[in-house]
């Protein structure tokens, strides 16, 4: 599994992001996949997940009814789209895949990890 993260940059609060996250292996089709993002001074925090389906989700109560993640396994992706971006939104966005195919908050079921990509919102 080789993943990289990409769709970051800098945005007004209100505004919206797609993150995508790619596996150049074509190895993640049978995993769950999460993101995880890291403020400065902070640490990496779950914000969600998806089964290697797409049929289960879950999300950190912080970003529900504003994120949604998704899946497209015939491309090799994963998907964050990001809507009414909040300040406290910034950081760098990790994704990465899971040992299982199941959807997780639990930051140690993930094996593989991509490089961040910057997220910036300005108020």
């Known amino acids: 599994v080789q993943l990289q993260a990409s769709g970051g940059g800098l945005v007004q609060a209100g505004g919206s992001l797609r993150l995508s996250c790619v596996d150049s292996?074509?190895?993640?089709?049978?995993?769950?996949v999460g993101w995880f993002r890291q403020a400065p001074g902070k640490e990496r925090e779950f914000v969600a997940s998806i089964s290697w389906n797409g049929q289960s989700t879950d999300y950190t109560d912080s970003v529900k009814g504003r994120f949604i993640i998704s899946r497209d396994n015939a491309k090799n992706t994963v998907y964050l789209q990001m809507n009414s971006l909040e300040p406290e939104d910034t950081g760098v966005y990790y994704c990465?895949?899971?040992?299982?195919?199941?959807?997780?908050?639990?930051?140690?079921?993930?094996?593989?990890w991509g490089r961040g990509t910057l997220v910036t919102v300005s108020s």
């Open positions: 990465a895949s899971a040992r299982g195919a199941w959807a997780t908050s639990n930051r140690g079921a993930y094996i593989y």
């Open positions: 292996r074509r190895t993640f089709n049978n995993n769950g």
